[in-house]
């Protein structure tokens, strides 16, 4: 395992993720995997990344990245203790957070979707569904049901 390899991506999705790019990056886990050949980092076992205002927990936490740039972040968790993304959101005072059985974060696109049991919080509002996309950029959520159809989507919204 390369801990320079580690490094760059850790300070690669430090520049891509946050404006508070500087901040030091917090990672934990019981297990860390790192594929330098196929660009994967993943961790394991209650495992977390924090940095300034970005916080991702999750049973399992994937980084993948291309020429030593993250590209995606994955977190998994269980039915039991879902996967948690909380992050402020530039220029505002409110934050987002999110939990979901699965969390994909597009670094490049700064896209987040939301997979299975999927809540997320964005100041006073609040909306829930089998599948949501945030869009982080442009502020704008997609919400849709889940796949069997069980799961509406429900929101909740401060005028």
């Known amino acids: ?3 320079v390899l580690l490094m760059m991506l850790l300070l690669s999705f430090a520049s891509h993720a946050l ?3 500087r901040a030091p990056m917090n990672v934990k886990a019981h297990t860390v995997v790192i594929d330098e050949r196929l660009g994967l980092s993943t961790y394991t076992g209650n495992a977390s990344i924090a940095q300034g205002s970005l916080a991702v927990s999750a049973e399992k936490i994937q980084i993948f990245s291309k ?3 993250i590209t995606k972040v994955i977190a998994t968790g269980t039915k039991k203790k879902l996967a948690h ?3 402020n959101q530039p ?3 409110n934050f987002v957070e999110a939990v979901a059985q699965k969390i994909v974060y597009f670094i490049d696109k700064q896209q987040v979707r939301l997979e299975g049991e999927a809540h997320l919080t964005q100041g006073f509002e609040s909306f829930s569904g089998g599948v949501l996309d945030y869009d982080i950029k442009e502020e704008k959520i997609i919400a849709n049901k889940s796949k069997d ?3 509406r989507v429900r929101f909740k919204i401060k005028l």
């Open 1 to 3: 395992m390369s801990s």
């Open 19 to 21: 404006p508070e790019k």
């Open 67 to 69: 020429k030593q740039v």
């Open 85 to 87: 993304y909380q992050q």
């Open 91 to 93: 220029n505002r005072a």
């Open 149 to 151: 159809g069980t799961r």
